[in-house]
Nanobody, 120 residues
Framework: QMQVAESGGGLVQAGDSLRLSCAAS????????MGWFRQAPGKDREFVAS????????YYADSVKDRFTLSKNNAKNTVYLQMNNLKPEDTAVYYC?????????????WGQGTQVTVSS
């Protein structure tokens, strides 16, 4: 089974940018997807963005569309979440997940999360 680890979070001001990284390791699935989710205190975890490794097609939540962009480095088995024009409402713990393409995210592997805090 593959596992993932996130990094790149931090404290920034509104309008700033951050790039989160999610590095995957372990035995690769034949076809898999990687995704980002976030959770603010007292709120449910919500979908942010995901990418199908086989074709590089990305999907974004409406709340981050046109501000966040996914990319990948095949050699490093790493996906990046470029976050631009950050807003205070983006403050949350960001989690990376990996799962077989088309399967449930809950059946996949999750990282420990990285904190993103955006001040006004």
């Amino acid at each position: 089974q593959m596992q993932v680890a996130e990094s790149g979070g931090g404290l920034v001001q509104a309008g700033d940018s951050l790039r989160l990284s999610c590095a995957a390791s372990g035995r690769a699935f034949t076809t898999y997807m990687m995704g980002w989710f976030r959770q603010a205190p007292g709120k449910d975890r919500e979908f942010v963005a995901s990418l199908r490794w086989v074709n590089g097609v990305a999907y974004y939540a409406d709340s981050v569309k046109d501000r966040f962009t996914l990319s990948k480095n095949n050699a490093k088995n790493t996906v990046y979440l470029q976050m631009n024009n950050l807003k205070p409402e983006d403050t949350a713990v960001y989690y990376c997940a990996i799962a077989r393409d088309g399967s449930s995210w809950t059946a996949g592997s999750w990282g420990q999360g990285t904190q993103v805090t955006v001040s006004s």
